[in-house]
């Protein structure tokens, strides 16, 4: 069986140079190019020298119809803008296309969504293995628990990190909405300031940190009447949200259109 070729896009970022990294050392695929944004100082270098790697022989590009074109799938942990163009182009060729940029809005949901009609789309707010069965973990407790039980959900990233809540944390609060059989958009707190008065039965709560270099803390907290339950996820590195997305790409293979997470990727 051939080599699934796999694209990056973002590639001079910091999960675009961590893809190139697990790409280019996971058996059964191989790196077939990577883009940048226009203007980047980045175009034109060698992806495995901007990697830390030995020279691949593939260059920077700033056009995504070009890497899609020699392409099984593309990896995106770019910005909502730039991922729903790539969406577009990744269901016109037919490949796969792993979603990891967070951020996007309900336009951009759709936008992708329709893309999925026509290929295969993998998005999840995080990749890690580790993460995913905090979301499969919470989903179970918020449904085993009644609304006596608090939820609040309590994450930090980075100081450079530019979206909040961040997607994992709003992934965690729609598994515990979905365990709870309620709709999280008007049944969230995402913000609290001043006079607030009591807590909402029913609510769940977002709160925000950002600070150094936290790759990601998250922790779902069940408050009841003289108990808590706490569960947290720590990741150290981010290699293993791109060892996930690598993963993501190559079970996507063959799967037909169709609009996946990693929940489904890993079985749980």
């Given at each position: 069986m051939s080599e699934i070729?796999?694209?990056?896009?973002?590639?001079?970022?910091?999960?675009?140079?961590?893809?190139?990294?697990?790409?280019?050392?996971?058996?059964?695929?191989?790196?077939?190019?990577?883009?940048?944004?226009?203007?980047?100082?980045?175009?034109?270098?060698?992806?495995?020298?901007?990697?830390g790697l030995p020279p691949l022989g593939l260059a920077v590009t700033t056009d995504p119809l070009e890497l899609v074109v020699g392409s099984d799938a593309v990896i995106d942990f770019t910005a909502p803008a730039p991922t729903v163009e790539m969406a577009g182009l990744a269901a016109n060729a037919r490949i796969v296309h792993v979603i990891g940029t967070t951020g996007l809005g309900e336009s951009d949901d759709a936008a992708i969504k329709a893309a999925a009609r026509h290929a295969t789309v993998i998005k999840a707010g995080n990749m890690s293995l580790g993460v995913n069965l905090l979301t499969a973990v919470t989903r179970r407790i918020a449904e085993a628990l009644d609304a006596d039980f608090?939820?609040?959900?309590?994450?930090?990233?980075?100081?450079?990190?530019?979206?909040?809540?961040?997607?994992?944390?709003?992934?965690?609060?729609?598994?515990?909405?979905?365990?709870?059989?309620?709709?999280?958009?008007?049944?969230?707190?995402?913000?609290?300031?001043?006079?607030?008065?009591?807590?909402?039965?029913?609510?769940?709560?977002?709160?925000?940190?950002?600070?150094?270099?936290?790759?990601?803390?998250?922790?779902v907290v069940f408050a009841g009447e003289g108990e808590r339950i706490e569960i947290t996820h720590r990741a150290a590195d981010r290699s293993i949200f791109a060892r996930g997305a690598v993963k993501a790409a190559l079970w996507g293979q063959g799967k037909g259109p169709g609009l996946f997470n990693m929940i489904d990727v890993l079985g749980l």
């Open positions: 070729r796999i694209a990056v896009t973002g590639a001079a970022g910091r999960m675009g140079r961590e893809l190139i990294r697990v790409i280019s050392t996971t058996s059964g695929c191989v790196l077939s190019g990577g883009t940048e944004a226009p203007g980047s100082p980045h175009v034109g270098a060698d992806l495995g020298t901007l990697a608090d939820i609040e959900i309590i994450e930090m990233h980075h100081r450079q990190k530019v979206d909040a809540p961040s997607g994992t944390a709003l992934m965690l609060g729609a598994a515990a909405a979905e365990g709870r059989g309620i709709d999280l958009k008007t049944n969230s707190v995402k913000a609290r300031d001043g006079h607030t008065g009591a807590r909402r039965r029913g609510d769940i709560g977002f709160a925000t940190l950002r600070g150094g270099t936290v790759v990601g803390d998250h922790t």
